[in-house]
């Protein structure tokens, strides 16, 4: 049965999981993080209060 030999899928199995592991976060973390976000400003804007009319 050819489906039990492990030589012919195996290094494939194996070189995928290397580059899936290995290769592929740096890629993705250089697309996803490509720049640090900054506040507009350090200041909390003031709350406007409610006006409750019930109250």
Known sequence: ???LN???WFMI???AWLFFLV???SKVMS???NNNP???STQKPQ???WSWPWA
Do not use: A, G
């Open 1 to 3: 049965m050819p489906q």
């Open 6 to 8: 492990p030589s012919p």
């Open 13 to 15: 199995f194996l070189f």
């Open 23 to 25: 290769i592929m976060p």
């Open 31 to 33: 697309y996803l993080f």
């Open 38 to 40: 900054t506040t507009k």
């Open 47 to 49: 709350p406007t209060p």
